[in-house]
Each structure stands twice: as structure tokens, then as C-alpha cells.
């Protein structure tokens, strides 16, 4: 049985029903993974290690293909909610290999902020995906931070080193970025950087 | 132990037909226990460990526990040594009823013939606190970089007082103590909503904002943490605003109640808390309203911008 052609089905069935207010079909949805994972692990006990490895390594080749799948959505989407529902899933799955991908649509801007509960995402998906990644969005926003004049893009990614790390850190990883750095104009921009994460700080500690 | 000092099996007296014998087992000699069970009104279903069950604490619908003998005769029900919180006594002599009035653990034991068994029943329930002060707990969701970008809790606003927010971070004490460890899953944060917004001075109808009646506004997955962290707790979150939806004015007045539900029965009382914001294009600072607070207000009736 293919696990991960499975499992991405159900990721696509996912992002297909997520503009709808399905709550049938969602839990038809959950009851389908739920079966999945159970006969996955009954299957578990009875293979020989070699196979058993094999069988829990798939879930690393799911990830594999479902970001494909997720990144293909994201570029090729005419649609703005299929494409922020393909950043935020990139983002909560913690698909670290998606971070170029989700640097790229850094100022990528969702509709308008929905009246109510809190939504899964706000204005800037791409931005929130990098935060729930976490730390191997750091590198990646201190080059952009050190090469990018756009001032939207140094703001969110200023926003992501701040919220990947604690406040203290974040200024820290800019110092020692900035103090480190060679190359003039790059030394620049990271004080640019540097100052903006000040302000930023200083508002939200 | 003399014949003139006649031994009742335990449960006599308080449950089967007293059996008076000089030397228990009485009427059951070879007799031994099978297993302990429940048979009604707790379940092992999102439970963990064999031996334990949980059900919601309730007025009536008390749990029965029940034995298992061999030979399984009255007889040897009657001779069942019963310890523990054995409760009081079911239907039948190898039955206890354990009432589910309060929040507890109960651990009851039967033995009999050199064999013995358990159960832990556990009757849940949690207390609900919304917390609108201080800041976001440590085991919740945190809001991260969402909103003012802080992790304030209560009224806060951003961009010049350009967007206002009420958050809140709804947290519930689950009990008996330990619970963490036995049901670690079947809860839900569980949140419902009246409503009177104003757009422009026309009511949010549309967008299902004006309401007479509790509607479903439960947090979506990502903003609940259901798992009981160490100290018993889960947590959900919630930080409803106030921006420019409007092309010259927005309203917004908000009761709430949130409750806990576990294996979809209600397993807390309510707590209750409101949000109202307002906002106006023209005015400095836009926001002009901004509160969050426990309880529930009575909501308007008219618009305050258009009345």
C-alpha cells in the first residue's frame, strides 16, 4: 500500500475542502487518517526491522512530496486562499526545506483579516510559516536582512528573527550578525537591521 | 475465630443477603475472583492504562462496578472482600455504586479466594479561568507575532490605535489531581458567542454578527492546547478586535461563554467574559473603545455611532 500517495491525498482533500465550512467532510477527512495511521502501526509488529524502517521512513518521503505538492499549489494557485492554505500548511508542518520557497513570498498578503475567532493566518502568511518554522528560517532572513533594499521584506523578516527567537536573542543574533560581517554594504544593511529589530523590541517586549 | 463469634462476609449489610458462616468464603469454599470491572456509565475510551476508567462528574448516573467470580454465584458475591472507595452497594452483591457527585479517584478493590483485582474510576471536571491580564501561560498557544505582536493579554491596540483587541487566554484546572497522565485526550475548549456588530451603522447580519441566540465560536486547532499539560491544565486562546472594516465606522459588542467538554459531555460550568470595540475613520484615535473583561454585559440595541 502507498502510504505517502495516501497521506498526500488526504493533505489535497485538505486544501480542496478549505474554503468551504465542511464540517462533514472534515471529520470524514480525520476519520480517513485516523484509519491510515492505525493500520500503519498494526502493520508495525509483524514486519522484520529492516521492513519496519522502511515502512516509518516513508513518513519522511510524505514530507518530500508534500511539500512539492504544497509548493506547486503555491505557484501555481489562481486562487489566494489555496495559496495561503498551501504557506500555512508549509509552516505547520514545519517543512524546513520550504523555507526558500516561503522567503520568495515573504510579502505574500492573504485577504482581509476574518471578523471573529482567530484566524490560522493574518496578513502575512509567508511571514507566520517562517515563525512556526522556526530556527532554520533564521539564516535565510539575515541574507535577505544583509542584500534586500525592500523595505516590506527587511520589516517581516526583522519580525521573523524576532519571533523565532526571544526578544533578547533576536538582538543578539543581529549584533553578532552585523558586528561579524565584512562586506560595507552589507555591514549597512545589517545595521539597518539592527535598528529596526530595536524598535520592533522595544514595542513588543 | 469461634463459633460464637459468627463472621459477616463484608459486603453483608450493605449490599447482598448477610451470610453468617464461621470461616468466609461461606457457600463459595473454593471460590475465586475473575476480574473487576465497570459495567455502566464510565468508559476506558480515550483512557489510558487497563485498569483505569473516567467519566464526567454528575448529579445522577452513579458507575457500576462489577466482579467476577468462579464459580460466579451469589454465594460467592457474597463473599467478595471489597476495599478501597468501595462506594455503596449495587444491585447485586458483586456490584458498588460509586457516586459521581464529586470530582475524584476512586480506587476500588475486590479479592477473594487469594485472587484480586482493581479498577480506578475517575469522575473529571474542570474549572475555567479567563485570564485578561498578565500574560499569554507559558504551556498555552502563544499569540507570537499576531495582533499588537506581544504576548499582553487584556485590552491592547496597534498602529497608532488603528486596531484594538480584547485577548484573552482561557485556561482550565482539570481534576482529580493526575488527571495528565490517564486522560490525555477527549477534551475540547468548547466557546459560544452573542454578537451586535455595526458596519457603517447597518447590522452585521450578513456575516452572522448580530445574534439573539449563542452561535458556535470555538478556536480553531492551532490556538488550543487540549493535551493536559503537568499541572492538569489546557488552554485555549482568543483575542477578538476591532479594525477598519467599516468605510466610516465599526461596532462590535461580544458576550461569551466557554466551557469544557470531554468525550462530548460538558464537564465545566460556564465561565463568561465580553469584548467591545469601536472604531471610527475620522476620529483621533480611531479606536475609541477597547475593553475586555470577565462576566457578560448587556448588549446594545442600537448602533452608538448611527443610534
Known sequence: MKYSKIAIGIILFLVLISDRDDARAMKEGAQVIDQQITDVMKKLDSLDDRSRMKLISQVDEQRSELLGVLVNYLDTSPSKNVQAAAIYMIGRHRLSDGVDELMRHIDFQSDEPLRGALPLWEKFPSMEALITIGNPSVKPCLELLATDENDLHRTLAVKVIRYVESADVALFVLQQAQASEKDVKRKEMLADALDRMQKLVKETR | ?307
Open chain 2, 1 to 307: 475465630m469461634s463459633d460464637s463469634k459468627k463472621t459477616t462476609s463484608p459486603s453483608a449489610g450493605d449490599g447482598g443477603t448477610p451470610v453468617n458462616c464461621a470461616k468466609p468464603p461461606c457457600g463459595c469454599p473454593d471460590g475465586k475472583l475473575v476480574s473487576l470491572t465497570v459495567k455502566s456509565n464510565a468508559t476506558q475510551n480515550n483512557v489510558t492504562g487497563a485498569k483505569n476508567w473516567a467519566t464526567v462528574k454528575k448529579s445522577s448516573d452513579d458507575v457500576i462496578v462489577e466482579a467476577t467470580t468462579n464459580p460466579n454465584t451469589d454465594a460467592c458475591w457474597q463473599a467478595i472482600n471489597w476495599s478501597g472507595d468501595t462506594g455503596s452497594p449495587g444491585d447485586k452483591p458483586n456490584q458498588r455504586k460509586l457516586s459521581r457527585s464529586a470530582s475524584k479517584k476512586f480506587h476500588v478493590q475486590a479479592a477473594l479466594g487469594g485472587e484480586s483485582d482493581y479498577v480506578d474510576v475517575w469522575m473529571l471536571w474542570a474549572t475555567v479561568t479567563i485570564n485578561t491580564s498578565g500574560t499569554t501561560p507559558a504551556n498555552s498557544v502563544q499569540y507570537g507575532g499576531i495582533e499588537d505582536g506581544t504576548e499582553n493579554l487584556g485590552a491592547v491596540t496597534w498602529g497608532g490605535q488603528t486596531n484594538g483587541a480584547g485577548k484573552v487566554a482561557p485556561v482550565a484546572q482539570l481534576t482529580p489531581n493526575g488527571v495528565h497522565d490517564v486522560v490525555k485526550a477527549g477534551w475540547e475548549f468548547k466557546r459560544h458567542r452573542i454578537s451586535h456588530d455595526w458596519i457603517d451603522g447597518v447590522k452585521n447580519t450578513a456575516a452572522n454578527y448580530w445574534n439573539t441566540t449563542w452561535q458556535d465560536d470555538t478556536s480553531l486547532p492551532r490556538w488550543k492546547k487540549l493535551v493536559p499539560d503537568g499541572g492538569d491544565k489546557i488552554y485555549d486562546l482568543d483575542g477578538p478586535n476591532i479594525f477598519a472594516v467599516g468605510t466610516t465606522d465599526a461596532e462590535t459588542y461580544n458576550n461569551f461563554k466557554q466551557w469544557i467538554e470531554w468525550n462530548g459531555d460538558k464537564c465545566a460550568d460556564d465561565a463568561q467574559w465580553y469584548y467591545q470595540g469601536r472604531w471610527q475613520k475620522s476620529a483621533a484615535p480611531q479606536v475609541s473603545l477597547n475593553d475586555v473583561g470577565t462576566g457578560n454585559i448587556a448588549l446594545p440595541d442600537k448602533s452608538h455611532f448611527h443610534p
